[in-house]
């Protein structure tokens, strides 16, 4: 349909990493490309809800409305702060990199 925007949806865990194209009706929010996804279909485990939401990189609210070609990034909340990682690395005198994590 011509009056329709689309958008992707994206959810990514270290084992699988879904990237779901949607056509929505414009006026459309981050909320309903997430419910209209169904991304938890493929996540029974994930609790969506509580999640931080973002558009390209950029944290953003689920009433946002959405434009074309808008990917919504559902982020996982992170096992450990970066900052703390690389302070623990580098007191045993390891980088990120001769660590083998990403």
Known sequence: ???????????A???????ISLLLP????VEDAIVQ???????PNEDFSG??????GRVVARDRALS?????EI??????????ARRR???AGQTMASSGKP
């Open 1 to 11: 349909m011509a009056n329709e925007i689309k958008v992707e949806v994206v959810f």
């Open 13 to 19: 865990t270290p084992e699988h990493q879904p990237l």
């Open 26 to 29: 414009p006026g459309s929010t």
């Open 37 to 43: 996804s169904r991304i938890s279909e493929l996540f």
């Open 51 to 56: 999640l931080e939401v973002g558009i390209w």
């Open 68 to 72: 074309a070609g808008d990917r919504i």
């Open 75 to 84: 982020y996982r909340p992170l096992a450990m702060d970066p900052r703390e």
């Open 89 to 91: 690395l580098a007191a």
